[in-house]
Each structure stands twice: as C-alpha cells, then as structure tokens.
C-alpha cells in the first residue's frame, strides 16, 4: 500500500522560502515518477513539478520554473519542493502524487497522493 505524507507548509512573506517534503512508502519507488501539484480555492488541481526516481530527470510548470526546485533522497524515500522567491499566487494546499508509468504533468494521470499541506504566501 503506497502512502505519500507531506510536510513543510506554512505562511511565509512573499520573497520568502519554503521546503516541502514528502514521505513515500508501501513499496519500492524506482520506477516511478513523483509530482508535486497545487491546489487553490476554486481552482483545478495543477502540476507544479515533477521527477523521475530513477536517475532523478526533473521538470517543472512555466510558472515555478526558476523559483522552485524538486529533488528526492533514495536513501530515505523521501520527494522535496525548495520553494523560493514566493509569490501570493502561490497559495495553495500542495499535494504530492506517484506514478508507476511515464511522465505525465495531469492530476488524472497519477495514481497515489498524499492529504496535502497548506503553503500561505502573504503580501
């Protein structure tokens, strides 16, 4: 039973930083694809960033590329979004997904996520 738990949110000053991670579990993720998405009110669930586990390939959304990175730990299974230079537009609850198939950026494409956390960025 894959299981996905996310960390690191919280309320930031625009221009501020902040690391989500996120702790895979239930079996071995080196054939998947991991995504970071957001979420905000009103708004369709979006894909922020992603990597593939195995030689660790990333690629992200125009609107964070630059800003934002993702990277993994294979040692301790673990998926992180370095967030910089944050914007209010950023808010949202940010989830993280799998995949055990090819890169895909749709919500619909991945199979496992996690309950998400909270990212508030203020004026």
């Known amino acids: 039973q894959v299981q996905l738990v996310e960390s690191g949110g919280g309320l930031v000053q625009a221009g501020g930083s902040l690391r989500l991670s996120c702790a895979a579990s239930?079996?071995?993720?080196?054939?998947?694809?991991m995504g970071w998405f957001r979420q905000a009110p009103g708004k369709e669930r979006e894909f922020v960033a992603g990597?593939?586990?195995?030689?660790?390939?990333?690629f992200y959304a125009d609107s964070v590329k630059g800003r934002f990175t993702i990277s993994r730990n294979t040692a301790m299974n673990t998926v992180s979004l370095q967030m910089n230079s944050l914007k209010p537009e950023d808010t949202a609850i940010y989830y993280c997904?799998?995949?055990?198939?090819?890169?895909?950026?749709?919500?619909?494409?991945?199979?496992?996520w996690g309950q998400g956390t909270q990212v508030t960025v203020s004026s």
């Open positions: 239930g079996r071995t993720f080196s054939s998947s694809v």
């Open positions: 997904a799998a995949r055990f198939r090819a890169i895909a950026t749709k919500a619909s494409d991945y199979d496992y």
């Open positions: 990597i593939i586990w195995s030689g660790g390939y990333t």
